[in-house]
């Protein structure tokens, strides 16, 4: 099965680094090197120069679409007997009469 990354953990052990942690990032310009920028584009999707030199709030804002969908991936493709659960989500019991 495909390896859905859903998290900065993830990401940063899939580009092979030992951490990825864009909040910790103390300036507004994330300022990452370009080789690492390169790897981490071709793994999500967003553009190097966004890693290198863009804007932590548009990097975080763009993170958290990549992870949602990869959320999403890895829920649709599950297999019926790894399906993910939701325990919160209970069916609805109609109470007295029916409509």
């Not at 990825?20 to 990452?32: A, P």
């Not at 920028?37 to 763009?62: C, N, P």
């Amino acid at each position: 099965m495909k390896k859905f990354i859903t998290n900065q953990k993830e990401l940063a052990e899939a580009a092979g680094c030992s951490e990825i942690h864009i909040s910790k990032v103390k300036q507004r310009k994330v300022g990452l090197s370009e080789d690492l920028a390169a790897k981490l584009s071709e793994i999500t999707g967003i553009k190097a120069y966004t890693w290198a030199a863009g804007s932590k709030a548009s990097l975080k804002k763009q993170l958290r679409k990549f992870f949602r969908a990869q959320k999403l991936k890895k829920f649709y493709m599950a297999g019926e007997d790894d399906m993910v659960t939701f325990p919160r989500l209970k069916p609805i019991e109609a109470e007295g009469n029916d409509i």
